[in-house]
Structures are given as structure tokens and as C-alpha cells.
């Protein structure tokens, strides 16, 4: 067996169901072993989400409060001012954020909506964050925009499988997704991609989507393992809850396709107990989203969350500044050898 994985992005489906039904503690050592190659598994990134402009949104999304066409209470807003934004990065760096994501309920941003974006972005960068944005399908004049503004990172999800992506959304396809990740790629932007479990997809299907990211020309730099957050007013609401350990098994088997991957528990950890969670983090998770809200919806708060890190002995992974660039502070050696593969 070689000592460090290979960076793969040729996965069969069979292979990645064949992970996911492993006798679960020999997933979890498996998981863990590979966690262990890339990065100090004591060490979990931190980010700090933040809408900047909420609801209303066209598309129609079967998962989402902020869809204009369900009725969740999510009021629309418009986007915040910069100084409003700043005020909540200085108040998230403060609380031990070394991320800042800004997110917006468009299904894509308008070109005149770019430059009050950059404008964040600069700002955000100048406090000594790192920046992410998510503000839906972006055009390659778009990404090279904010690349210019300082964008480190854009979230953009696959979501779910290809085969089950139709069951939960109509307004955009699933190469639209591709299409965005591409001209992010080729910004030169580090991307963040993920998806959400517990829609009532199967275990194929979640190996399915696992396969999909993990097949990407380059693995995404992070990737966001979301539990669906069940809202009331979304066609989703009233799923049958995934099983616990299942959802267990799904960090386990991302940590292990994409190796050197940030995998981040997301949303869905306010329900969560902290034994749950610390499983999450044993099966290779190493990121998470800090600070009372996500978006819409609750987040745990920073004091249960830092009380959780001490009883692990998690500590939330540094930013160091390199030549003008920063970087999470463990990535370095990763950052030397991107997550582009062989193949
Ligand atoms: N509008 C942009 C877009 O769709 O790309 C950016 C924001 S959107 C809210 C970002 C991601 O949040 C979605 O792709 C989805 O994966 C996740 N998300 C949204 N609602 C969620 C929910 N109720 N539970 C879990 N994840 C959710
Ligand atoms: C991601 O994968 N999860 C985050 C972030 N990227 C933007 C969003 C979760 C949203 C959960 C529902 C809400 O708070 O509105
Ligand atoms: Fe809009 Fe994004 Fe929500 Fe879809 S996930 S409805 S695109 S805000």
C-alpha cells in the first residue's frame, strides 16, 4: 500500500458504495488514517458565513428558505451596505474566524451587482481574512472580477447526484453547475463545493454525488457536507431524517476520495449532540461554519462550540499572511502541491 493516497478523479460509483458499506469502524479507521497524510487531524478550519442579501430569490430550490416561491418567513432583503458587512467580519475575525463567506439568494449576480461585491470582498481581505463568496452561477467575466477583488474562495454546490439533482431542482442544471466551476477554476479562484444529505436520496445516490465532486478536474479545495436543515414552507419539509451514522459515513467516505479536501460539517450541526459531531470530526471532517447563524437558520453558538473543540482538544486551524496571500495556516505544504490529479 503507498504511503500517501493518490489524488484520484477517476472514482467508480461501486467503489464509493462499496466504502460507504463498510463495517462502520473500518470506515472511520480508514477515514481517519487518510485524514492523518494531509493534516493534523487536532486542527478544524473556521469559517464564518454571512447573508448579504437574503430571500427572494427566482430559483426553486425543493431545500431552500430562500426561495421566493415558498412560504418560509424568510423576509427578502436588499444587499447590505459594505460598512454593515465589515462590522460583522471585524465582529467574526474577533471570535476566531479565519474564513468569511458572503452569500447571496441570487440565482445569478446581476453585472451591475459585481463591483458593490468586490467592494466587500477588498475590505473583508484588508481585516487579514480569507474571502469566499457564494452568489449562484457566475459568468467567467464575473469570476475573473472578484478574483481581481481578492476572492480566495467560491462556494458553489453540486448538491446531489446527478441522477437525483431533477428531484429537487428545475430552474438550472446541473452542468450549470459544472459551467460556473469551471470559470471559477479558471479565474485561478480556489473553490468550495459540496452538497446536502438527507433529502431523501439513497445511499447510491450519496455516493453518487461524492463521486461527482471527487471527479472534478481538481478536487474542490473545501467541501461543504451539508444536513438538510428542514424548513418549513420548502417541498422538503417532513423528509424522513438520514440516519445518523449514515451521515457518519458520508464525511467518512469524502475524506477519503478527496485526501487532501478541507471537508467541512455544515449546515445541520445546531441539531446535532456533540458526540455526533465529534464523530464527524474522527471520520476526517476538518472545517466547519462558526457563529450563531448560517444564512436563514441557526448555527450552534460560539460558546457551545468552543466548549466542544476543548472537551476534543480541536484546536481552529491559523491564518498566517504569505506574501500578500493568506493561507490556513496547516495547508502550506498542500498549497505547494494543489489538489489538481495526476490523471
Ligand atoms: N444562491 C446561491 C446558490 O444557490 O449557489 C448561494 C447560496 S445557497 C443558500 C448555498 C447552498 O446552501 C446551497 O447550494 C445548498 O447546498 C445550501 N443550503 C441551502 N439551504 C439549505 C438547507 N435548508 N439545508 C442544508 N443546506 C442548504
Ligand atoms: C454551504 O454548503 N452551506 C452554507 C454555505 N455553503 C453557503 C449554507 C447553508 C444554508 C443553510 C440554510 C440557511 O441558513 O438558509
Ligand atoms: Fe436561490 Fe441559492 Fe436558495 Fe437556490 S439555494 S433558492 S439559488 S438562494
Not at 112 to 139: N, Q
Not at 274 to 292: M, R, V
Amino acid at each position: 500500500m503507498p504511503a500517501v493516497s493518490p489524488l484520484r478523479n477517476d472514482w467508480q460509483r461501486a467503489e464509493i458504495e462499496a466504502l460507504l458499506a463498510l463495517p462502520f469502524t473500518e470506515l472511520l479507521h480508514r477515514a481517519a488514517s487518510v485524514h492523518r497524510e494531509h493534516f493534523d487531524p487536532a486542527e478544524v478550519q473556521v469559517s464564518t458565513l454571512l447573508s448579504v442579501k437574503t430571500g427572494g430569490c427566482p430559483e426553486d430550490c425543493a431545500y431552500c428558505p430562500q426561495a421566493q416561491r415558498y412560504h418560509t418567513g424568510v423576509e427578502a432583503s436588499k444587499l447590505m451596505s459594505t460598512e454593515a458587512v465589515l462590522e460583522k467580519a471585524r465582529q467574526a475575525k474577533a471570535a476566531g474566524a479565519s474564513r468569511f463567506c458572503m452569500g447571496a439568494a441570487w440565482r445569478s449576480p446581476k453585472d451591475r451587482d459585481i463591483p458593490k461585491v468586490a467592494a466587500m470582498i477588498r475590505e473583508v481581505k484588508a481585516l487579514g481574512l480569507e474571502t469566499c463568496a457564494t452568489l449562484g452561477m457566475l459568468s467567467g467575466t464575473q469570476a475573473t472580477a472578484l478574483k481581481s477583488a481578492g476572492l480566495d474562495y467560491y462556494n458553489h454546490n453540486l448538491d446531489t447526484a446527478p441522477e437525483f439533482y431533477g428531484e429537487v431542482i428545475h430552474t438550472r442544471e446541473f452542468q450549470d453547475r459544472l459551467d460556473t466551476l469551471s470559470h471559477v477554476r479558471d479565474a485561478g479562484m480556489k473553490t468550495c463545493c459540496g452538497g446536502i444529505v438527507g433529502m431523501g436520496e439513497s445511499r447510491a445516490q450519496r455516493a453518487g454525488l461524492l463521486q461527482a465532486l471527487a471527479n472534478l478536474p481538481a478536487h474542490p479545495d473545501s467541501v461543504p457536507i451539508n444536513r438538510l436543515v428542514q424548513v418549513e414552507g420548502t417541498p422538503l419539509a417532513g423528509t424522513a431524517e438520514l440516519d445518523a451514522f449514515e451521515f457518519v459515513r458520508t464525511i467518512a467516505a469524502a475524506r477519503i476520495v478527496m485526501p487532501q479536501s478541507m471537508v467541512r460539517l455544515s449546515a445541520g450541526r445546531e441539531s446535532m449532540s456533540d458526540e455526533l459531531q465529534a464523530l464527524c470530526f474522527a471520520a476526517g471532517a476538518n472545517s466547519i461554519f462558526y457563529g450563531e447563524k448560517l444564512l436563514t437558520t441557526g448555527n450552534p453558538d460560539t460558546e457551545r462550540d468552543m466548549a466542544l473543540f476543548a472537551r476534543l482538544g480541536l484546536r481552529p486551524m491559523a491564518v498566517v499572511e504569505t506574501a500578500g496571500t493568506v493561507h490556513a495556516g496547516i495547508v502550506e505544504d498542500i498549497v505547494a502541491s494543489p489538489r489538481s490529479c495526476a490523471a
